[in-house]
């Protein structure tokens, strides 16, 4: 089924690049590995999107490093193959390390994009809530934490993250980037 919709996707994609029509897809070429859109503004959107990046980045580093070093640990607790959850915790490093310097945006967004929307699909499916109950407002023996103490799963966190990824891709890395200095006009 997928296939049906890749081929129908680049069909459309292509009848639209070759159309003397003019449209607001983006242009087919190399500025594509970047981002969806082929600008690259400085200024204050430069400086916001190199923030917006950036943290991104640094925080997908933080979730990453700890998969990929306890692997069986992490695929045992989703009951997930080792080898999916090996390809999502390296879209979380190395995305994350390709989102900090802004090197290949979009190709480094995408892949960080469908782990966190699987993540957000079983969080769904486990019927856990969109936003937890603040921790103080729990009564003392329901819910604890791993350690005691924390908040109560949610898929906030992994929503938060599917936005500011789209946006990512969408907007692109800005001026402050490598993609700028490899693809910038």
Known sequence: MIYKF??????AFLFAA?????????????????????????GILG??????RVTVGVLFVLHGYPKIT??????DSLHMPIFLCFLSALSMLG???F??????????????LGSMAFAMFLEISQGL???????????????????????PPSWEKAFMYCIMLIAIAVF???????DALIFGR
């Open 99 to 112: 989102l900090i310097l802004g090197f290949l945006t979009l190709l480094a967004s995408l892949p960080i």
């Open 129 to 151: 809530p969109f936003v937890a109950q603040d921790p103080y407002l729990i009564p003392d023996d329901e819910y604890k934490g791993p350690k005691g103490k924390g908040e």
């Open 95 to 97: 995305g994350g390390i």
């Open 18 to 42: 070759s159309s003397k029509v003019s449209s607001n897809l983006p242009e087919l070429g190399p500025n594509l590995l970047s981002s969806l859109n082929t600008v690259f503004p400085d």
């Open 47 to 52: 400086g916001a999107l190199l923030l917006l």
């Open 172 to 178: 692109g890395p800005g001026a402050y980037s490598v």
């Open 70 to 75: 306890h692997l069986r640990q992490w695929a």
């Open 6 to 11: 890749a081929i129908g996707f680049k069909l």
